[in-house]
């Protein structure tokens, strides 16, 4: 089973299956392809985490985020009097992270893929050469960001005749980017962090005040990790380490188990108080502790400890809301921009994969006919302390910027077994909604016993306390719920842009597979067989 955010993408994962491939195989191949039919995320030109659950049982994180240029200072967005200068954390060369895509990719095929790299990319190649047609999903995302296809190289790709805006039933070719493909495919990651990419890239920040250096190319590495892990009503719930997001699903997690959300109903005031809370407490701790664990010293086993979690619920006051300045509460928020993956093979592997360019199509720029856009990752870190970013994100010392470092990241690529067998495969892009999205989708399955469509398709909220309401997605709750919620104490506003959490869920009687699309993003598909 092959779950993406884009049909032919899917197809590409389940071709891979289909001929011998396992699910490491297949999750590359799809990632690649991606790059091709998701250009305002899906990417080369960015970075992500990869989460691979092996038949075995053994369990794998690959970190592959982007990192700060070797260049890179603390104050590089700042004016001489220490005033953010808008924009260059988003919009220019300044703005791109070392990618990590290309080498994450490999790494995972390397290590525990069964087929070539040739093998893997050439349908990706082929989408590229021969293109693909476009439907409505498609077309939306390319006419909602037009104005970001300014360059030459841009339009000439993503506008029709390099002036038009594509229709549905247009057939989008990328020559430039199927080149760059090939490359990757007969020379491997030599191409792009040693080779003609990294010089094509590097030339082109430095023509427009970069500070991108083949040095950063070359020095680029993979990192592997202990993944978080935590138990949820007799679920292992298996997540992403620092500087991803799944501490932040654990802590929620181990504050719910104290409560018996089933009794107390789906969506009831008193269920949504309690989750509320668990969120609030989270994500103060996510913006306190939380940055690279190569730079940053984080308190892990302390936030995720039973006796940590049972301090936080004699804390919750079962009839208020909680105060949010009451707990030091800063309010993160980041590009919701991001793609999403999942994919089961028959031998028993699963993996979850998430990966971004940060902005919808990143910085906006592509260097020289290398045919990808290049990230703004750059903007995730703390361009000033307590000073918000473009997305409004707001951090301190744990996420400042230093060469080398990767950027803090919500991203939480999600695994549940049951009894050491995949129950669960599940994620979204969404920046901080991300972990709540997880939760949200998690528990609706196991307290509330909804088949994973219904649970990753029903109307989410999301929390964080500063600035202090709940976001909502239409029709998430009735009016009166809304009403005896503002008496707790909480405001709830609507907000419009979630992540499609595109899962997989194993039955584990008969060991069939159940794959669900979300409607959110409506160019992607499940395929199983």
Same mark, same amino acid.
């Not at 794998?60 to 985020?65: E, G, K």
């Not at 050439?122 to 021969?130: D, F, G, Q, R, S």
């Not at 690279?292 to 006796?307: G, H, M, N, T, Y």
């Given at each position: =089973?092959?779950?993406?955010?884009?049909? /032919?993408?899917?197809?590409?994962?389940?071709?891979?299956? %289909?001929?011998?491939?396992?699910?490491?195989?297949?999750?590359?191949?799809?990632?690649?392809?991606?790059?091709?039919?998701?250009?305002?995320?899906?990417?080369?030109?960015?970075?992500?985490?990869?989460? +691979?659950?092996?038949?075995?049982?053994?369990?794998?994180?690959?970190?592959?985020?982007?990192?700060?240029?070797?260049?890179?200072?603390?104050? =590089?967005?700042?004016?001489?009097?220490?005033?953010?200068?808008?924009? &260059?954390?988003?919009?220019? @060369?300044?703005?791109?992270? $070392?990618?990590?895509?290309?080498?994450?990719?490999?790494?995972?095929?390397?290590?525990?893929?069964?087929?070539?790299?040739?093998?893997?990319?050439?349908?990706?190649?082929?989408?590229?050469?021969?293109?693909?047609? %476009?439907?409505?999903?498609?077309?939306?995302?390319?006419?909602?960001?037009?104005?970001?296809?300014?360059?030459?190289?841009?339009?000439?790709? #993503?506008?029709?005749?390099?002036?038009?805006? *594509? /229709?549905?039933?247009?057939?989008? +070719?990328?020559?430039?980017?199927?080149?760059? &493909?090939?490359?990757?495919?007969?020379?491997?990651?030599?191409? #792009?962090?040693?080779?003609?990419?990294?010089?094509?890239?590097?030339?082109?920040?430095?023509?427009?005040?970069?500070?991108?250096?083949?040095?950063?190319?070359?020095? @680029?590495? $993979?990192?592997?990790?202990?993944?978080?892990?935590?138990?949820?009503?007799?679920?292992?719930?298996?997540?992403?380490?620092?500087?991803?997001?799944?501490?932040?699903?654990?802590?929620?997690?181990?504050?719910?188990?104290?409560?018996?959300?089933?009794?107390?109903?789906?969506?009831?005031?008193?269920? %949504?108080?309690? =989750? #509320?809370?668990?969120? &609030?407490?989270? *994500?103060?701790?996510?913006?306190?502790?939380?940055?690279?664990?190569?730079?940053?010293?984080?308190?892990?086993?302390?936030?995720?400890?039973?006796?940590?979690?049972?301090?936080?619920?004699?804390?919750?006051?079962?009839?208020?809301?909680?105060?949010?300045?009451?707990?030091?509460?800063?309010?993160?928020?980041?590009?919701?921009?991001?793609?999403?993956?999942?994919?089961?093979?028959?031998?028993?592997?699963?993996?979850?994969?998430?990966?971004?360019?940060?902005?919808?199509?990143?910085?906006?720029?592509?260097?020289?006919?290398?045919?990808?856009?290049?990230?703004?990752?750059?903007?995730?870190?703390?361009?000033?302390?307590?000073?918000?970013?473009? #997305?409004?994100?707001?951090?301190?010392?744990?996420?400042? +910027? /230093?060469?080398?470092?990767?950027?803090?990241?919500?991203?939480?690529?999600?695994? $549940?077994?049951?009894?050491?067998?995949?129950?669960?495969?599940?994620?979204?892009?969404?920046?901080?909604?991300?972990?709540?999205?997880?939760?949200?989708?998690?528990?609706?399955?196991?307290? *509330?016993?909804?088949?994973?469509?219904?649970?990753?398709?029903?109307?989410?909220?999301?929390?964080?306390?500063?600035?202090?309401?709940? $976001?909502?997605?239409? *029709?998430?709750?009735?009016?009166?719920?809304?009403?005896?919620?503002?008496?707790?104490?909480?405001?709830?506003?609507?907000?419009?842009?979630?992540?499609?959490?595109?899962?997989?869920?194993?039955?584990?009687?008969?060991?069939?597979? %159940?794959?669900?699309?979300?409607?959110?993003?409506?160019?992607?598909?499940?395929?199983?067989?």
């Amino acid at each position: =089973m092959v779950v993406t955010t884009q049909h /032919e993408a899917s197809q590409v994962g389940v071709k891979i299956l %289909l001929a011998g491939g396992n699910a490491i195989d297949a999750a590359v191949a799809v990632g690649y392809a991606l790059a091709v039919t998701d250009p305002c995320c899906g990417n080369l030109g960015g970075g992500g985490f990869m989460l +691979i659950h092996l038949a075995d049982g053994k369990e794998v994180f690959i970190d592959f985020r982007e990192k700060a240029p070797l260049a890179a200072k603390r104050n =590089m967005y700042l004016d001489k009097k220490g005033n953010v200068l808008d924009g &260059l954390s988003t919009k220019s @060369y300044l703005a791109v992270g $070392v990618p990590g895509t290309v080498k994450g990719l490999d790494f995972a095929l390397s290590k525990y893929g069964t087929l070539s790299r040739q093998q893997v990319i050439n349908p990706a190649i082929a989408l590229a050469e021969k293109g693909f047609i %476009l439907q409505a999903g498609d077309v939306r995302i390319l006419q909602a960001n037009q104005k970001k296809f300014k360059d030459a190289n841009v339009a000439n790709i #993503f506008l029709k005749g390099g002036k038009n805006s *594509y /229709e549905v039933g247009d057939r989008l +070719i990328q020559k430039d980017l199927a080149q760059t &493909l090939k490359l990757i495919a007969t020379q491997g990651t030599d191409a #792009f962090y040693q080779g003609a990419i990294a010089q094509k890239i590097v030339s082109a920040s430095q023509d427009n005040r970069g500070i991108l250096s083949l040095k950063d190319f070359a020095n @680029y590495s $993979v990192a592997t990790q202990k993944p978080i892990r935590c138990n949820y009503r007799g679920y292992e719930v298996v997540s992403s380490p620092p500087p991803g997001g799944g501490t932040t699903v654990c802590q929620m997690f181990n504050i719910l188990e104290g409560y018996n959300l089933k009794k107390l109903g789906f969506h009831s005031v008193e269920s %949504l108080h309690l =989750m #509320f809370s668990a969120m &609030l407490y989270a *994500y103060r701790d996510r913006n306190s502790y939380l940055g690279d664990p190569a730079f940053v010293k984080i308190p892990l086993d302390k936030l995720l400890s039973e006796q940590y979690a049972e301090q936080i619920r004699n804390k919750i006051n079962r009839d208020r809301a909680i105060f949010p300045d009451s707990i030091k509460q800063n309010y993160s928020r980041e590009g919701t921009n991001t793609t999403h993956y999942s994919v089961v093979d028959k031998y028993g592997n699963a993996v979850a994969v998430t990966y971004t360019i940060n902005s919808n199509f990143g910085a906006g720029v592509i260097a020289s006919d290398t045919g990808f856009f290049l990230n703004n990752e750059m903007d995730d870190f703390t361009s000033k302390p307590d000073i918000a970013n473009q #997305f409004g994100l707001v951090q301190g010392e744990a996420n400042i +910027i /230093e060469p080398g470092k990767r950027p803090l990241s919500s991203m939480s690529p999600t695994i $549940v077994t049951k009894d050491d067998r995949v129950f669960l495969v599940t994620g979204s892009p969404g920046g901080s909604t991300i972990p709540t999205t997880v939760v949200q989708v998690i528990t609706n399955i196991i307290d *509330y016993g909804m088949p994973v469509d219904r649970a990753i398709n029903l109307p989410r909220l999301h929390y964080q306390g500063s600035p202090n309401f709940v $976001v909502s997605e239409p *029709y998430a709750l009735n009016s009166k719920t809304v009403q005896n919620l503002w008496e707790k104490g909480y405001r709830v506003t609507p907000f419009l842009t979630w992540g499609a959490a595109e899962s997989i869920q194993v039955n584990l009687k008969d060991n069939s597979f %159940l794959g669900a699309s979300d409607r959110r993003k409506s160019a992607g598909k499940a395929i199983g067989f």
